[in-house]
C-alpha cells in the first residue's frame, strides 16, 4: 500500500515536471497541461465522500482490485493518449480511484493490525506518499526528460501492476463492517468537525508557502539555482523523517503528535518571514517545516480513526477531500499574496493559517469539558485521548 501510495502521489502530480513536453507532443497550451493537475485535486475532493458511502459493503481485496486495475488501465491511458482531451479524461479516471484508495487504504491496513501500532503501520503506509513527492516526482521527470513524457506514465503503470498482483495473491479478504478499524473507537462528530477543519487549515497554510517556495529561495533569500534543488530534497527528506517519527507518537499521543509538529510549522513560517535573508535561517526553518508537514497528515488520520462518527471509511474520505480542498485553497491564497503584497507575504500567510489550525486543536479539551456533568458519556461523546 506504500507502493501504491508512492505511485498515486507521482502520477497526481507527474505533468508538474513535464508541462512542457506534453504542451508540444498534444499541441495544447502550457497553462492547459496545468489543468491537469487542478482538475486532479479538485476531483478528489468533490468525489471522495460520495464514492466512500458507494462502495461501503464491498469487501476491502475486491475494492483494492478494482481501483487499482482502473488506476492502471488510466495510466495506460495516459501513455497512449492521441489528445489532451483523452489525457484529460485519463486523469479523471486516476482520480477517480484516487478518492476511493485514500478513503480505504488507512483503515484497511489499520484493520490488519493490532490497534496499539496502528499509528505507526499508518505512518509506514503514507510514507509512500511522501517518498513520491520527494522521489517519486524528480524521477519521472528525469524519464520524461530522458525518454519522453508517455515513457514517465509507462514506468509507473509498471509498480501499479506489481502492487496489484501483490493485493490479488497476499491481501487478505476483509469484511469492511466487521474489524476494529471499520468504525471510530471514540466517535464524537464535533472532535471530527475539528479535527478535519484544522487538517484543512493547515495544509492551507503549508500550501500558501510551498507552491512559491522556489520564488522565495530566490527572491528573499537569494539562494542560487543550483540551489534550490537541494533545499527541495532537504525539506522532503526531512519530511520522510517526520512522517515515521510520527507513528509512533501518534499511537501514544495522539492530540499532542498534531499540535506539536503544528506549533513547529509555525514558527519554521515565521522564521521564513522575519528572516528570509538569513541563508542559515532559512536552511532550519525548511528543514523544520518539511518536518512538521510529513506529521500533520499521520497524525490526523490516526485521529480520525479514533472519533470518526461512523464508517472510517467515510470519515477518511471526508478528511481527503478536506485535504486537497486545503491544497486548492492554498495555492490561490499564495498567488494572490504573490500578486498583491510580496513574495515574502507568503511564508507570513502561510503562518496565520497553520497557527488557526493549531488554534482549533487546542480548543479540543474546551469542547469535551462542555459535556454537562452527570451525563453519561456516549460512544459519539466519550473523550479520545
Same mark, same amino acid.
Given at each position: 500500500?506504500?507502493?501504491?501510495?508512492?505511485?498515486?502521489? !507521482?502520477?497526481?502530480?507527474?505533468?508538474?515536471? %513535464?508541462?512542457?513536453?506534453?504542451?508540444? /507532443?498534444?499541441?495544447?497550451?502550457?497553462?492547459?497541461?496545468?489543468?491537469?493537475?487542478?482538475?486532479? +485535486?479538485? $476531483?478528489?475532493?468533490?468525489? &471522495?465522500?460520495?464514492?466512500?458511502?458507494?462502495?461501503?459493503?464491498?469487501?476491502?481485496?475486491?475494492?483494492?482490485?478494482?481501483?487499482?486495475?482502473?488506476?492502471?488501465?488510466?495510466?495506460?491511458?495516459?501513455?497512449?493518449?492521441?489528445?489532451?482531451?483523452?489525457?484529460?479524461?485519463?486523469?479523471?479516471? !486516476?482520480?477517480?480511484?484516487?478518492?476511493?484508495?485514500?478513503?480505504?487504504?488507512?483503515? *484497511?491496513?489499520?484493520? %490488519?493490525?493490532?490497534?496499539?501500532?496502528?499509528?505507526?503501520?499508518?505512518?509506514? $503506509?503514507?510514507?509512500?506518499?511522501?517518498? @513520491?513527492?520527494?522521489?517519486?516526482?524528480?524521477?519521472? #521527470?528525469?524519464?520524461?526528460? +530522458?525518454?519522453?513524457?508517455?515513457?514517465?506514465?509507462?514506468?509507473?503503470?509498471?509498480?501499479?501492476?506489481?502492487?496489484?498482483?501483490?493485493?490479488?495473491?497476499? %491481501?487478505? /479478504?476483509?469484511?469492511?463492517?466487521?474489524?476494529?478499524?471499520?468504525?471510530?473507537? /471514540?466517535?464524537?462528530?464535533?472532535?471530527?468537525?475539528?479535527?478535519?477543519?484544522?487538517?484543512?487549515?493547515?495544509?492551507?497554510?503549508?500550501?500558501?508557502?510551498? $507552491?512559491?517556495?522556489?520564488?522565495?529561495? /530566490?527572491?528573499? &533569500?537569494?539562494?542560487?539555482?543550483?540551489?534550490? $534543488?537541494?533545499?527541495?530534497?532537504?525539506? @522532503?527528506?526531512? +519530511?520522510?523523517?517526520?512522517?515515521?517519527?510520527? +507513528?509512533?507518537?501518534?499511537?501514544?499521543?495522539?492530540?499532542?503528535?498534531?499540535?506539536?509538529?503544528?506549533?513547529?510549522?509555525?514558527?519554521?513560517?515565521?522564521?521564513?518571514?522575519?528572516?528570509?535573508?538569513?541563508?542559515?535561517?532559512?536552511?532550519?526553518?525548511?528543514?523544520?517545516?518539511?518536518?512538521?508537514?510529513?506529521?500533520?497528515?499521520?497524525?490526523?488520520?490516526?485521529?480520525?480513526?479514533?472519533?470518526?462518527?461512523?464508517?472510517?471509511?467515510?470519515?477518511?474520505?471526508?478528511?481527503?477531500?478536506?485535504?486537497? %480542498?486545503?491544497?486548492?485553497?492554498?495555492?490561490?491564497?499564495?498567488?494572490?499574496?504573490?500578486? #498583491?503584497?510580496?513574495?515574502?507575504?507568503?511564508?507570513?500567510?502561510?503562518?496565520?493559517?497553520?497557527?488557526?489550525?493549531?488554534?482549533?486543536?487546542?480548543?479540543?479539551?474546551?469542547?469535551?469539558?462542555?459535556?454537562?456533568?452527570?451525563?453519561?458519556? *456516549?460512544?459519539?461523546?466519550?473523550?479520545?485521548?
Amino acid at each position: 500500500m506504500a507502493v501504491a501510495a508512492f505511485s498515486f502521489v !507521482t502520477t497526481e502530480n507527474l505533468p508538474i515536471g %513535464l508541462l512542457s513536453l506534453i504542451a508540444d /507532443d498534444l499541441n495544447a497550451s502550457v497553462s492547459s497541461v496545468g489543468l491537469l493537475v487542478t482538475f486532479y +485535486g479538485l $476531483t478528489v475532493a468533490v468525489v &471522495s465522500v460520495p464514492v466512500a458511502k458507494l462502495t461501503l459493503g464491498i469487501p476491502r481485496r475486491i475494492l483494492l482490485i478494482r481501483i487499482l486495475g482502473l488506476f492502471l488501465v488510466a495510466t495506460w491511458i495516459s501513455a497512449a493518449a492521441p489528445t489532451y482531451w483523452v489525457l484529460l479524461l485519463a486523469r479523471l479516471l !486516476t482520480s477517480l480511484s484516487q478518492a476511493v484508495f485514500w478513503a480505504v487504504v488507512a483503515p *484497511t491496513v489499520a484493520g %490488519l493490525f493490532q490497534p496499539a501500532v496502528r499509528g505507526r503501520i499508518i505512518a509506514l $503506509t503514507f510514507s509512500g506518499a511522501s517518498l @513520491g513527492g520527494v522521489l517519486g516526482v524528480p524521477a519521472a #521527470t528525469w524519464i520524461g526528460q +530522458g525518454a519522453g513524457w508517455r515513457i514517465a506514465f509507462v514506468a509507473l503503470s509498471v509498480l501499479t501492476a506489481i502492487v496489484l498482483v501483490v493485493v490479488v495473491l497476499r %491481501l487478505p /479478504d476483509t469484511d469492511p463492517e466487521h474489524n476494529h478499524a471499520s468504525r471510530g473507537a /471514540d466517535p464524537d462528530r464535533r472532535v471530527y468537525a475539528l479535527v478535519v477543519s484544522a487538517n484543512a487549515l493547515m495544509v492551507a497554510g503549508v500550501f500558501t508557502t510551498y $507552491t512559491y517556495l522556489v520564488a522565495f529561495l /530566490d527572491e528573499v &533569500s537569494g539562494f542560487a539555482e543550483q540551489a534550490i $534543488t537541494p533545499m527541495l530534497l532537504l525539506y @522532503g527528506a526531512a +519530511g520522510v523523517v517526520g512522517g515515521l517519527a510520527a +507513528g509512533a507518537t501518534s499511537d501514544r499521543h495522539p492530540r499532542l503528535a498534531f499540535t506539536a509538529p503544528s506549533a513547529v510549522l509555525v514558527v519554521a513560517l515565521l522564521g521564513l518571514y522575519a528572516l528570509g535573508e538569513e541563508r542559515s535561517v532559512v536552511i532550519a526553518c525548511v528543514s523544520l517545516a518539511g518536518f512538521a508537514c510529513a506529521c500533520v497528515p499521520i497524525a490526523t488520520q490516526n485521529r480520525i480513526m479514533q472519533v470518526a462518527p461512523g464508517s472510517t471509511d467515510v470519515a477518511s474520505a471526508g478528511n481527503s477531500a478536506a485535504f486537497n %480542498l486545503g491544497i486548492a485553497s492554498g495555492a490561490l491564497t499564495g498567488g494572490v499574496l504573490v500578486e #498583491t503584497v510580496s513574495v515574502r507575504s507568503v511564508a507570513l500567510g502561510g503562518a496565520v493559517l497553520s497557527a488557526m489550525a493549531l488554534a482549533l486543536a487546542l480548543i479540543e479539551p474546551a469542547l469535551l469539558r462542555s459535556i454537562p456533568r452527570g451525563v453519561p458519556p *456516549t460512544r459519539e461523546s466519550r473523550p479520545a485521548d
